[in-house]
Nanobody, 124 residues
Framework: QVQLVESGGGSVQAGGSLRLSCAGS????????MGWFRQAPGKEREFVAA????????SYADSVMGRFTISRDNAKNTVYLQMNSLKPEDTAVYYC?????????????????WGTGTLVTVSS
């Protein structure tokens, strides 16, 4: 069992930066691929970024490539999402997720665990 708790959300102006954190519990945290999804009002949940268990492989949505960076620290059971050059269209609730493999992040339905989400609001 893995429990995930996000933090770091907030309000920022366009062009600003935020860093999200996701703290995981459980001794098996380091064996999971970790990632982030987001859901804007009235829209479906969409993939943002993911990282494999070792941190050696990452994947990003085209919409955030070059602006967002995902990383993890298995010693701290934490995964991070550094978000730079934020745009109003990045406004959403951001969810942390864990899955048995990086490839599963192609579909929200294939996640093993979810956090409860943290709100990011970007104003123009």
């Amino acid at each position: 069992q893995v429990q995930l708790v996000e933090s770091g959300g907030g309000s920022v102006q366009a062009g600003g930066s935020l860093r999200l954190s996701c703290a995981g519990s459980g001794r098996t945290f380091g064996s999971y691929a970790m990632g982030w999804f987001r859901q804007a009002p009235g829209k479906e949940r969409e993939f943002v970024a993911a990282i494999n268990w070792s941190g050696g492989s990452t994947s990003y949505a085209d919409s955030v490539m070059g602006r967002f960076t995902i990383s993890r620290d298995n010693a701290k059971n934490t995964v991070y999402l550094q978000m730079n050059s934020l745009k109003p269209e990045d406004t959403a609730v951001y969810y942390c997720a864990a899955a048995a493999a990086l490839a599963r992040f192609g579909s929200p339905g294939r996640m093993d665990y979810w956090g409860t989400g943290t709100l990011v609001t970007v104003s123009s």
